[in-house]
């Protein structure tokens, strides 16, 4: 048996207050004398016997009432875990940036990290995984030391491969015991990831206070003509209704437009700016709002306007090769080896010597030419 608050047993020692009480209450019979009281001696000496016992009854059940306060009090249960035996804990920390957001007691990931420091024991060995480090067999300072210093990240892993680091390096030493804790705001839905043959774990779930949020949820490309494209952003709320949201677009640094919006109670919406078409736009949508996650009022994008790609096959016909190069995407030429025109050679990105048994030297020359063209460039 153990106990949470061994402390309390200590009170044990009161237990010779009633002790004391029971040897100090000494009362004493009070003879009154009467004539022909022979006949009540019996019942005299009867009551005495009664009387003492009574009182042993009376301090039996005081000293066990004590003693059931106290065990109360110091909490007592039995484990599993005898001191001949080692533990081994492992912690899984969700350190994703949906952990930076505050909870009752502060920020989500910073908080979990000081409560494990505070209550880990410091004589047992750990492993802690991260969503971006694995960090095995460590002792209790090296587990503070990565805690204190933990920050949060833009990667993802899956709860089958925390059950698969867990499965992995479970202790199976015989006076060793595993202990297994999954700390997260569990944001998915993993009830396909349980089996019957799943390590048993602890599972900590991070909530904060704010429920509202707006995010940039995806952009993308609504119309295209000659001199503008027009870039539409889809936007999300969850929560209140929010009202004159700053939100503008960038390229690079520069700012290019702004404006502001009205979106309803859980309400998805699509933000449009038009903008002049050039031939790389390095794009930025930003959302100036204060809520619980900034990292998704952000949304980087490229636009790129190249040229389509030269392509130039030289020799048997072949229908698969114009299903590669498509006309979205390539300029695809193909010629005989007969009918090439050695003019269009230097222009061309690509060249495809399609089943040719031989090169004319007049073809080896120019493709010669295309080559050191190609290393200057």
Not at 23 to 39: E, H, I, S
Not at 265 to 278: G, L, M, V, Y
Not at 304 to 309: H, L, P, S
Request: glycine share 2%.
């Amino acid at each position: 048996m153990q106990f949470n608050n061994p402390n309390i047993l200590y009170f044990l020692a009161l237990l010779i207050i009633p002790i004391l009480v029971h040897l100090l209450n000494l009362q004493k019979f009070v003879k009154t004398p009467f004539t022909n009281v022979a006949f009540l001696q019996k019942i005299t000496r009867e009551t005495r016997k009664s009387s003492k016992l009574k009182k042993w009854l009376i301090l039996s059940t005081r000293i066990l009432l004590f003693c059931a306060i106290l065990f109360a009090f110091s909490q007592p249960y039995f484990s599993d875990k005898k001191n001949i035996k080692k533990q081994h804990n492992f912690i899984y920390l969700d350190n994703s940036l949906s952990t930076n957001s505050k909870g009752e007691k502060g920020n989500l990931l910073k908080t979990s990290a000081q409560e494990i420091i505070k209550n880990a024991s410091k004589n047992d060995l750990y492993s802690l995984q991260t969503n971006n480090n694995f960090y095995k067999n460590i002792t209790y300072p090296e587990l503070k030391n990565r805690l204190l210093n933990i920050e949060n990240t833009t990667s993802k892993i899956d709860l089958s491969n925390i059950l698969l680091k867990i499965s992995n390096n479970r202790n199976n030493k015989t006076n060793t015991l595993n202990n297994n804790i999954l700390i997260s705001d569990y944001q998915n839905t993993y009830i396909k990831q349980f089996t019957n043959v799943t390590q048993p774990f602890s599972a900590i779930k991070l909530e904060n206070n704010q429920k509202n949020n707006i995010s940039i949820d995806s952009v993308f490309i609504n119309n295209t003509n000659t001199n503008n494209t027009l870039v539409t952003a889809v936007i999300k709320n969850q929560g209140e209704e929010k009202n004159n949201i700053p939100i503008a677009i960038y390229n690079n640094k520069k700012l290019i437009s702004k404006q502001s919006f009205l979106i309803k109670k859980d309400e998805s919406k699509n933000i449009s700016f038009t903008i002049q078409n050039q031939s790389n736009f390095t794009g930025r949508i930003k959302i100036t709002f204060n809520d619980i996650y900034a990292f998704d009022n952000v949304f980087y994008f490229n636009i790129n306007n190249n040229k389509k790609t030269n392509v130039l096959s030289i020799g048997n016909d072949s229908k698969f090769l114009s299903k590669i190069y498509t006309k979205e995407e390539f300029n695809f030429t193909e010629s005989s080896l007969q009918n090439v025109n050695y003019n269009s050679i230097l222009k061309q990105q690509l060249i495809i010597l399609n089943e040719l048994e031989e090169i004319p030297e007049i073809l080896s020359k120019s493709l010669v030419f295309f080559l050191i063209k190609e290393v200057i460039l």
